[in-house]
């Protein structure tokens, strides 16, 4: 049913434009599925020495859906809060997409791995997002939903319990759809 | 799911471009095409005022052709580029071809491929960006949101593709074969405010095009007058009559809503969007009874040396009723439903009136003209001239085409005794393009 949407919106665009040689650029706002859902913060708690890895629950995500169409590329930004509580140390971020629930647990799912970032006593650090996502995971984009999860891998190497949440403030994907989508 | 999207595509292409198909005529003969649709003829004045059937023809014109046949260069080039061998796998027409463009192939319906497109008119090339969130979505065409239309649109308009008959005196007993047609549609606000102004989908919100369509076919034993009345051949008063007893063969008429309905939210219910369509169907088939009804032309026309004037007025009060037709409702909304409302109902139906005003001057090898037409669904005014030169003749025009773009014609031709060939270029808006293309038209004609 979402797939209609597409239709119409296709159907919409090349009622005027005639499709040309221009592209439809599709800009998903992941954020807006995952906001207020839990899905959009993630916890993250290591003890002195230690690393961990901690990960929000995958969330779905409605698409339009692009049927046969062919996607020329992906492109993710976004904006992340790591709001730390105690101690200091590295946060990584990871963002898992796939079909389905149990596949963003797969290792083939990670779509965007997020360099680590320092962290230290009480403080929010706004850490970015962009990057361009790998063609393998076009085929994605064609569905009419996919599910995303975020993960993050913390380090501690400091002598205090490191403890906080990183927040997702923003994540925009640019889809680009090359021209022949009927 | 890609079928429907196609279908529903091609559906709505037709649609938007419903405007440039009826912007201009049908035109096969390549000596109009370059006179900008201008015609300067006694053949295709006579069409739209019965006068002209007496009016001589002018000083210096070569005389009317008995038969003008296309050259069809366009089909040649359209059957080398689309070889019939292999046209179920050709991109061009498979929907199922990742190379399928239907805007090609609706260019193509629109220009029919008779004559080459010596310049075709570029589709625009701007990007297409939709905002997509969980309860949003927008959709911004940038430039080419110009050529969403924001009134009602659609082709059609009445012809006659029959006109045979003996005349004695000035006295014609003829039939003619008369065939009305017209498409229209108009966006709703709503879905207008999305296309054109980028207004973001509301949820719980109707996106809807209002149409209706109606064809109707027949023909019609006539009896007229045509004749000078005032003057000598060289300047003289012409008057036209005819009176026509229409008989209906087959008619149908559609009034339709098609769109969309958004869910309680854009994208994150599980029915975002569900399509919808109603419509009434009024109709008579063909082996049915027949509609009939009485109508008239009447013409005017005014030769007063080099100056020629003439209005011709078609099919005044030519209604038609059908004694017998059928009206059904039809619903579509997750399935389609239909049902009769009423049977053997009379219906009346009335054919548009169509005018010609034109003006044509001649001084010397040189022939100047303009005319203002409207054969029942918008004006178009040209304006044209042709210079003979020997064997050799010259032609230009301007036209204002239906959706009031200017176009412009020019060509030549050379006659050699009976026989005579011409070429002709005539811009377009035909095409889903803001800008005009090229048609170079041939054609041969024997006189």
Known sequence: MKAKWLGLALVSAAVVTGCGEGRAIFNVDLYSFLKGTGSDTVPYFALPGFSADTASPPRKVNLPGAGSSIVDSVRAFGTVDLVNATGSGTIGLQVYLAADSLGTYKPSALAINVPSKSVSGTNTTRDTIRVDLSAAFDSLFTKSQLWIRFGASVSNPGATTLQGKAVLASLLLTVIIKDKFF | ?447
């Open chain 2, 1 to 447: 799911m890609r079928t429907f999207f196609v279908g529903a595509g091609l559906v709505a292409l037709c649609v938007g471009c419903a405007t440039a198909a009826g912007a201009q005529g049908w035109v096969t003969d390549a000596r109009r095409i370059g006179l900008g649709g201008l015609g300067l003829d006694q053949g295709s004045l006579r069409r739209y005022n019965a006068a002209y059937r007496a009016v001589p023809g002018r000083a210096g014109q070569r005389g009317r052709p008995k038969l003008t046949i296309p050259i069809p260069l366009g089909l040649i080039q359209f059957f080398h580029d689309h070889p019939l061998s292999n046209i179920k796998n050709d991109p061009a027409f498979n929907h199922d071809s990742a190379g399928f463009n239907p805007v090609e192939l609706l260019n193509t319906f629109l220009n029919p491929p008779l004559f080459l497109e010596v310049k075709k008119a570029p589709t625009p090339t701007n990007d297409v960006v939709f905002g997509i969130g969980k309860d949003s979505l927008r959709l911004n065409l940038g430039q080419t949101a110009k050529l969403v239309p924001e009134d009602q649109f659609g082709i059609g308009g009445s012809s006659r593709p029959l006109d045979a008959g003996l005349s004695i005196k000035g006295v014609r007993v003829g039939v003619m074969g008369w065939v009305h047609g017209e498409l229209g549609f108009q966006l709703g606000d709503k879905l207008l405010g999305f296309l054109r102004d980028s207004v973001p989908a509301a949820p719980n919100t109707r996106y809807n095009i209002p149409g209706d369509a109606v064809f109707e076919a027949g023909f019609a034993p006539s009896i007229g007058y045509a004749g000078r009345i005032v003057g000598d051949s060289t300047t003289g008063l012409y008057v036209g009559g005819a009176f026509h007893y229409y008989v209906g063969l087959a008619y149908a008429r559609v009034n339709g809503d098609g769109g969309f309905t958004t869910g309680d939210s854009i994208f994150s219910g599980p029915t975002p969007v569900k399509l919808d369509a109603r419509g009434l169907t009024q109709y008579s088939k063909f082996g049915n009874s027949v509609g009939h009804g009485v109508g008239g032309d009447i013409g005017i026309a005014v030769v007063t040396g080099p100056i020629e004037l003439g209005v011709g007025v078609n099919d005044i009060a030519a209604t038609i009723t059908w004694p017998d037709t059928r009206v059904d409702s039809a619903l579509y909304r997750d399935s389609s439903f239909s049902k009769p409302v009423a049977n053997h109902i009379e219906t009346k139906t009335k054919l548009p009136v169509s005018y010609l005003v034109n003006l044509a001057y001649t001084v010397g090898k040189t022939t100047l003209g303009a005319d203002v037409l409207n054969s029942g669904r918008g004006t178009t005014v040209h304006v044209g001239g042709e210079q003979r030169v020997g064997v050799l003749v010259l032609r230009g025009g301007v036209a204002r085409d239906q959706r009031k773009r200017m176009e412009f014609g020019w060509g030549g031709g050379l006659r050699f005794g009976g026989l005579g060939v011409d070429l002709g270029f005539w811009t377009h808006t035909n095409s889903l393009s803001n800008q005009r293309g090229v048609t170079m038209a041939t054609s041969l004609s024997i006189y």
